[in-house]
């Protein structure tokens, strides 16, 4: 039976096979979990979820603490601006969401993400030139960066009692990584940087102390609760903040994050234990491809089908208002992206904004990928060296015009509608069990 009707034990990971905004904070909410954990990423990546009290966006805390999961964990691998976390816990909590050291909890092992941060970001975009990836310079990328290098400070030393003596030390620190990234600018582009590079001690001394009065309640040993959880039989889901394809090892590098997403991700946040705990794997597919930022974008569609999706569905960055790149929903890379992920006929589907698709006459579907004289079904790889010769092969199947964000039941759907969920179910040999028809919370079919 789908994890969406009856979930009994074992845990839960929630991630996307694709760029990501596939609306996974929606179908989080309709899990409900013992604990809920975040596993990766920063606040560059958010959910949604909208419940009958209102549309609540969420950056770095778990989104399942909008339905009153016991207890919400901010893991070890989450790199935390401390700022942007005490604004978002006291707007939610504005909000009339119940938030206490009770049910949220922030591992101190996780990296800061600093002023200097961004101005590394947006030194390094500045440098690549024309090759720039497209961040948003919010320096979530650096942090990782500095943990990985085993340098940088982590949340436990903001809130330790002499934080201000670790703060100053990391300061003086990077601002020479800082002069040395501007000699970088200067070289690459022989134009001296434009980036404002100036870091004001007290405004950040100031900034920091705000922050930790809101943190320092909420830091706790959230690694060892999880694997206590785990022993303890409580079902946990585990929330992915990114997707397959942005993915550093096997996504489509160098347009990705820095770090490792899905069952990657909850190893480096919760280790071998928690991997082997996750008994059902949830992959939220958009019913249409997406892509933000730069890189090859096989089914990417410049012309009405692109342009009708974008606006419908509201295909513009959360964050960084950028309009999103659409397209065909890209089957190939989807296989690929299921398994970066590790998904298998146990697992399940979401298939989310079917209702997007309403009104089309017929809609385009990639099939598989042509590339030097070969037809791939999955493709070898999804760096940009092979996607950028790619050549979608799209099928295109009958649509339907009626509006179906009150359907709730999958034999009520226009049968064009149904066929075009049986095709990719079939296709991609996973059952879709959720499929999303709205916005609304309950604009849901599960099947
Ligand atoms: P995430 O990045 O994967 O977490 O994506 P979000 O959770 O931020 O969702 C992206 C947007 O899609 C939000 O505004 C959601 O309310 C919206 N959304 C989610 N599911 C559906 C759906 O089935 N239909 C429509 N029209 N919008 C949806």
Known sequence: ???????????????DAGWGDSGKGKCVSYLTPDIGAKIIGGHNAGHTVVTNKGEFGLGLVP???IRGAPLNIIGP?????PIFLAREIQGLVKSGVKITPKNLMIDPRSHVIMRWHEIRDALSEEARGKEAIGSLHLGVGWAFSDRVNRRGIRLGDILARNWKKRVLAELAI???VIADMARDVKRKTGKESKVKKSINKDTLLKEIANARKVLLKYSGNGLARVWEGIDKDKRILFEDSHGAMLEVSHGSWPFTTGVNTALGAVHRSFGGKAVKSVTKIVTVVKAYQTRVG????????KGAFGN???DKGGEIGTRSKRPRRCGAIDLPLIRYGLNVIGVDNKDEIALTKLDVLSGLKEIPVCVKYKEGGKTYLTPPSVEAQFLTRARPVTVTLPGWQEDITGVRKFKDLPKAAQKYVIF??????VKITFIGVGKGHDAVILK
């Open 174 to 176: 990077q601002k020479g």
């Open 308 to 310: 009708y999706v974008r």
């Open 63 to 65: 989104s399942t603490i």
């Open 77 to 81: 691998e989450v790199v935390i601006n």
């Open 424 to 429: 990719i179910e079939k296709e991609l040999g």
């Open 1 to 15: 039976m789908s994890i969406f009707k009856k979930w009994e034990k074992g845990s839960v990971l929630i991630t």
């Open 294 to 301: 730069g890189g090859p974008m096989p089914t990417e569609n």
